[in-house]
């Protein structure tokens, strides 16, 4: 069955930097684009960032351009999140997302920027 497992939150201090990572099994992952999407609490669920399945073409929110960085590698089935300049309002659970017919899920990582 499809799978996909975020890892790499945490806590940080603003400024600082993550990078968060997503496994993906069950399906041919190199030949589906891939999201991360990002939920506060009390919010709406907001895209952050996608990338092809080439790794061609990567487009951001305006929230995070320049200081995100989405990539990916097919030979391992991850996609990365590089998360740098952090600030608090980028706290959140991060999820990791593709659409197969349907949206894919995983559970999230949390990821809190607090002094």
């Known amino acids: 069955q499809v799978q996909l497992v975020e890892s790499g939150g945490g806590l940080v201090q603003p400024g600082g930097s993550l990078k968060l990572s997503c496994v993906a099994s069950?399906?041919?992952?190199?030949?589906?684009?891939m999201n991360w999407y990002r939920q506060a609490p009390g919010k709406e669920r907001e895209w952050v960032a996608a990338?092809?399945?080439?790794?061609?073409?990567?487009n951001y929110a305006d929230s995070v351009k320049g200081r995100f960085t989405i990539s990916r590698d097919n030979a391992k089935n991850t996609v990365y999140l590089q998360m740098n300049s952090l600030e608090p309002a980028d706290t959140a659970m991060y999820l990791c997302?593709?659409?197969?017919?349907?949206?894919?899920w995983g559970q999230g990582t949390q990821v809190t920027v607090s002094s």
């Open positions: 069950g399906f041919t992952f190199g030949l589906y684009a």
């Open positions: 997302n593709f659409r197969m017919g349907k949206n894919y």
């Open positions: 990338i092809n399945s080439a790794s061609s073409t990567r």
